[in-house]
């Protein structure tokens, strides 16, 4: 309930958040500015302070948060404490890329299947995922809700619709193509595409103060 006071944008922010904090954490720091805070994970400090005022972490002046305090905000909160496991479609370019990554360094994410329609890569595994074919989605999806999509942009709604169908919730689509899914299921896209025109795009027209 507490959970769905947090504005969206907030929420978005708490993985940055947690990743930084489990290293100070680390390191033994026992406490942080919002400045410090904030030159690392470049979110202005003002932001940070309404950020954390939303759970009730009040920064002491001149003492700043506990690490250990927020850290254990964050880990209920991000779920920390479970595992959720992730299933990957399409084990190609990109999808190797991500089964190679080790999402366990400081998140408790991790992806443990693969499906892919190639009969090539089907019965093998990357880094110990294995790979089944994408015809055996429900069948082997189980109990996943989480799917990272890496297939070709055409094969994106087909796959969207069957991963509905086996009860897929949440979509991190890496595809170019807009799927179409009921409301239920939340998706996220990422476009590197995009990302860097609208890079190349603030570069041009809001160029940044430059340092003397
Ligand atoms: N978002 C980004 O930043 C970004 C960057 C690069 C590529 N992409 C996109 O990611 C996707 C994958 O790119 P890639 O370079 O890895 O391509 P790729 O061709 O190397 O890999 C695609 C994989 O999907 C498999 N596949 C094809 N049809 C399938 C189906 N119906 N079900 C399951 N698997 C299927 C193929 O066998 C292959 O292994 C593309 O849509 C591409 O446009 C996104």
Do not use: C
Request: hydrophobic share 40%; glycine share 6%.
């Amino acid at each position: 309930m507490e959970q769905n006071k947090i504005p969206q944008a907030t929420a978005k922010r708490l993985p940055l958040y947690y990743r930084f904090l489990n290293n100070l954490n680390q390191q033994g720091k026992k406490r942080v500015s919002s400045k410090e805070l904030s030159e690392a994970v470049k979110v202005d400090s003002a932001t940070i302070r309404r950020d954390f005022s939303y759970f009730g972490a009040l920064g002491k002046k001149g003492y700043g948060y506990n690490v250990e305090y927020l850290l254990g905000f964050f880990r209920s909160t991000l779920d920390q404490h479970e595992v959720t496991e992730v299933a990957l479609i399409g084990a190609g370019n990109l999808g190797t890329a991500f089964l190679k990554y080790s999402f366990m360094k400081n998140n408790n994410i991790r992806i443990t299947k693969a499906f892919d329609a190639d009969w090539e890569k089907v019965g093998t595994d990357i880094d110990g995922v294995p790979i089944y074919h994408v015809d055996q989605l429900f069948e082997k999806l189980e109990d996943t809700k989480v799917v990272i999509l890496t297939v070709p942009a055409t094969e994106a709604d087909n796959i969207a619709d069957k991963l509905v169908q086996a009860g897929v919730n949440g979509i991190l689509n890496f595809t170019p193509a807009r799927i179409t899914v009921p409301s239920h299921v939340r998706v996220h896209h990422i476009d590197l595409a995009v990302e860097l025109q609208s890079l190349v795009y603030f570069l041009k027209h809001y160029p940044l103060d430059t340092k003397e």
